[in-house]
């Protein structure tokens, strides 16, 4: 089905400099890079990323050889859960810059043949966005409130909430509000922080309102959509108690049948990818649409990404498994065989803005407990690198992950931000480690996130050895893992074979996975802690740890290209 309106003229000037026919499906083995705008470059100063950051970087992005970039949310918001609130879906936030900036870094972008891809929050949006004030004001029962699920609360005076459900980031899923006239009254849904209110899908202006979000987008030019909580939007009707539900429950369950992964949230998919293949056709230039999908089940997730649904979804089961090869070999063949089984590609991903960093996660440590054994977690790290970028698929880097940095565990608590910390009264930790500054430069104030002489402080604290895992000093090594990743991507682009060829796991010893793409390539990763023989005989083409010859060492990864039978 094609959308009513045809694309604003300015669709047209902005495709005609960026027509990639004959570049269809670039997507489906892209490498793109998080870039979590707040803490990738500041601009002017004032200690938080913004946009002229990013686009002051584009050649570092370039030189990484990165497809695309995907850009958290930049919208007006007053960050209670940094953008994911959003107040203005058709603006840039002042702190992050202005519209005419957005459009001249797509631009860049698109100068450098690097993708632009934004950030769209459809569940929820901020509780300062205009049709929630106007909610508010307009009393039970009008139209406005009929946008949002409003209720009346349980009890004899309303005094609680309308069902049990929990927030998933901690305490009840509801807020009472205070009507115009004073009194308590209704209560409304936020399925996350109290600050982002749900819209209600049901009621056709929402669905309407964010068709016209997308054009807005699409007619800037940017290539596709990263979707925020795409297993979300419909709640089942008259939002009836989850049964397993506990009082005490610290953070909502994700699995909760009546609040997320509603049978109709595809048909939004649908239209929503009705629209982007149609300017797609119409301009010749591809747009893409990738999912936050919330779900455990592999075959729930492929669903989401069927020929007429996103073009994919995130594969966050690779992200969550141990460094355990059994595991490791399993995810990847749930991956291979049931999400590509859908005809789109898997979507690799071991890092983002949401989970703490892998070199910590293989580490042992954890946020807010032990640091764990960072220089084995690092080596981890670089094998699962070399991994990821031979799988069959698209990978997405989150920034810093290219840099090895660890998680910041020990933030102190009175500058943590996450609303996860505080709402669950800091049993869970919270996403702050992740979301650190940058460290681009170890011989500049704030690392070189912020101009010199930085006027404020970084808005999460660099520590001291940050400046170790800065951009130049990376640079100065060969054996970096800023190198690593460089070398990978190229090798991606240079070498068909990686990304082309069948996958075929070979036999080896225990602890070790390897696989061949066609008849050249092959990929050794070895999960143990010992040394072992390459299950298969080749030239080194890449390797995670310089030591690899005829032998792999413990914890380290090699890309070959494998000699022919008869050589
Ligand atoms: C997604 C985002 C996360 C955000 C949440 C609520 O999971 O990745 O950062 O807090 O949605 O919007």
Redesign the pocket.
Known sequence: MRPARHPHPQAARSSGSHSDQGNLGWWRQAVTYQVYVRSFQDSDGDGVGDLGGVRQRLPYLRSLGVDAIWL?PFFPSPQH??G??VADYLDVDPQYGTLEGFDALVRDAHRLDIKVLIDV?P??CSIEHAWFTAAVAAGPGSPERGRFHFADGRGAQGELPPNNWRS??GGPAWRRIIEPDGTPGQWYLHT??EE?ADFNWRHPAVPAYFEEVLRFWFDRGVDGLRI??AHGLHKQEGLPDHDSALDDELTGDPNNPHAWNQLEVHDVWRRWRAIADWYTASTGHERVLIG?V?VLDTAELAAYQRPDELHQSFFFEFLRTPWDVEQLRSVIDRGRLTVAATGSPVAWVLN???MPRVVTRYAGGAPGGPVGDIELGLSRARAAALLMLALPGSAFIYQGEELGLPEVTDLPEHLLTD??FHRTAGARRG?DGCRVPLPWDSGRDALGFSPEPAAATTWLPQPDWFGYHAVDRQLESGESMLHLYREAIALRRRVPGITQGEFRWLPTEPGVLAFMRGDGFACVVNCSSRPVCMPVDGHVLHASKAEVGEKLPPDSAAWLLVRACDE
């Open positions: 958290n859960d940094h994911y609130d929050v569940n929820h998933i980031f996350f922080a982002q925020d909580v936050e919330g983002n803005h949401d609303p996860m996403r």
